[in-house]
């Protein structure tokens, strides 16, 4: 039976990421995934309404300011196959829109020209925003890290954000990027939103996406061994170390050291045998998630609406059309446990739609799909990063990657491939 350096269980980008830079320092990887396509949560699945018979989870978005996911992409190489804009655009009903992108000035003043025309805001409003803006500037990161056990809401109040402000501002960014509102939200990771995607950097902020379904940028894994169709069952313990893993159905894998990069839901099963030699991973248990829905409408016609936008004051929130067919909607809810029950959501966004796009009224919806990933992302809440395991482990053999581990990121593709790349460092480290 060969013998592999390492094992990694998990294809999402963790997975992916930890493969692909174990493979690189030379150690001979297998990569293990249960299902029949790779990407995890930020995968696709086979759906006849998609361009390549392919529909994504949802559409997922990276920021300027991921440069961990982009250099994964590029040693993929498929960062040609994502699409990146400067302008950030909001509408909502009424005919209100507005926009944001970088004027010709250095980091952190590029934006101030945009927030200062923003249309959906009052001027007292953005006065509030930049004085919050300032002051997350002046805390820098150093600042943001000591508040990981207080709300982002309490920080907000502390810079004297009103209630309108934070609901028609800060709600909007956190929700679309930590999936959780202001009030719930770690002050670290809120302020990490705004510091690295709005303030450090004049590309931080610059909206990213895959011109192609998710899974295609995972289908250069040149050098690596994959084997799909794979699920893992239990670690195989020997002299209390991790020596492999045992599939569904038997077969033992053994390996020098396993890398672990299932989501939380598909590691606790596994790592409950290891608990007695890490009693700090029974935290995992206590992470708490939120859901994401998906939808994806398809129209008689195409939607020649000005896509990417973010709406504001409807349930919908960010509006994407597909490329390859422009029918197609892509539309994203976070935070979606607070749609209302026993609606037609199909219904209710396509009424949105037209309330915000009048022109829209003549187009048909001809069919849609909901995706509610029930367990999307782990909450950012205060505390959360005492819950977060490192990659490291005290178990022999076995090392940890996802999301969920230790990052100094939220739940996103970006925080997934660090958790990776650390991943292989731990690996790579214990091997000198
Ligand atoms: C609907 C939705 C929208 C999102 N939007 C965004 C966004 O816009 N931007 C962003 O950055 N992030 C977004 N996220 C979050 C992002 O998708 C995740 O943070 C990231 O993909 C997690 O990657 P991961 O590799 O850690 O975990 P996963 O993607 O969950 O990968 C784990 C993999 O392990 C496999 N596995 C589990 N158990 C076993 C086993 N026993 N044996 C073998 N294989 C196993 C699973 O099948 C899976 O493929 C979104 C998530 C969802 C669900």
Same mark, same amino acid.
């Given at each position: 039976m060969t013998r592999h350096d390492v094992i990694v269980v998990g294809g999402g980008v963790a997975g992916i990421s930890a493969a692909v830079n174990l493979a690189d320092a030379g150690a001979k990887v297998l990569l293990l995934e249960?299902?029949?396509?790779?990407?995890?949560?930020?995968g696709s699945f086979a759906h006849?309404?998609?361009?390549?018979g392919l529909l994504d989870n949802a559409q997922h978005v990276l920021l300027g300011c991921c440069s961990e996911l982009q250099s994964l992409y590029g040693r993929l190489g498929v960062a040609g196959l994502i699409r990146y804009d400067d302008v950030i655009r909001f509408a909502g009903p009424d005919g209100r829109r507005a926009e944001m992108r970088a004027a010709m000035l250095p980091a952190p003043l590029h934006l101030g020209p945009s927030m200062l025309r923003f249309?959906?805001?009052k001027l007292r409003q953005k006065v509030e925003i930049v004085r919050a803006m300032a002051a997350m500037m002046v805390e820098g990161e150093t600042g943001r890290e000591q508040r990981g056990d207080t709300s982002f809401g309490a920080y907000l109040r502390e810079q004297d954000q009103s209630d309108d402000t934070i609901g028609e501002f800060w709600d909007v960014i956190a929700v679309s990027?930590?999936?959780?509102?202001c009030a719930q939200a770690s002050a670290k990771y809120g302020m990490q939103v705004f510091q690295e995607g709005? @303030?450090? !950097? #004049?590309? $931080?902020y610059r909206l990213g996406y895959a011109?192609?379904?998710?899974?295609? @940028?995972? !289908? #250069?894994? $040149?050098?690596l061994s994959v084997r799909m169709g794979a699920q893992v069952r239990e670690l195989v313990l020997e002299k209390g170390r991790v020596a492999g893993v045992e599939l569904v159905g038997g077969e033992r894998l053994p390996a020098g050291q396993v890398v672990l990069a299932a989501s939380p839901s598909g590691a606790i099963p596994l790592l409950r045998s290891v608990y007695g030699l890490?009693?700090?991973?029974?935290?995992?248990?206590q992470i708490e998630f939120r859901p994401i829905l998906g939808a994806h409408l398809l129209f008689d016609r195409p939607v020649t609406i000005d896509a990417p936008v973010a709406l504001v004051g409807?349930?919908?929130?960010w509006v994407f059309v597909d490329?390859?067919?422009?029918?197609l909607i892509h539309g994203v809810v976070s935070a979606a446990d607070l749609l209302p029950d026993g609606v037609d959501l199909a219904e209710l966004f396509v009424s949105e739609l037209r309330q915000v796009?009048?022109?829209?009224?003549g187009l048909k919806l001809a069919d849609s799909v909901m995706v509610k990933e029930n367990r999307a992302t782990f909450r950012p809440v205060p505390g959360i990063d005492h819950l977060r395991p490192g990659q490291?482990?005290?178990?022999?053999?076995l090392t940890l990657a996802g999301?969920?581990?230790?990052?100094?990121?939220?739940?996103?593709m970006e925080g997934a491939a660090r958790s990776g790349q650390r991943a292989a460092e731990v690996v790579l480290h214990l091997w000198g």
């Open positions: 249960q299902r029949r396509l790779l990407g995890g949560r930020a006849a309404l998609g361009p390549a249309g959906l805001l990027a930590l999936n959780e509102h709005f @303030l450090a !950097s #004049r590309g $931080g011109r192609v379904p998710l899974t295609e @940028l995972y !289908s #250069r894994l $040149g050098g890490d009693e700090r991973l029974q935290r995992i248990e409807t349930h919908l929130q490329e390859q067919r422009p029918e796009y009048p022109e829209m009224m490291r482990t005290r178990v022999s053999g999301d969920y581990t230790r990052t100094d990121w939220p739940a996103t």
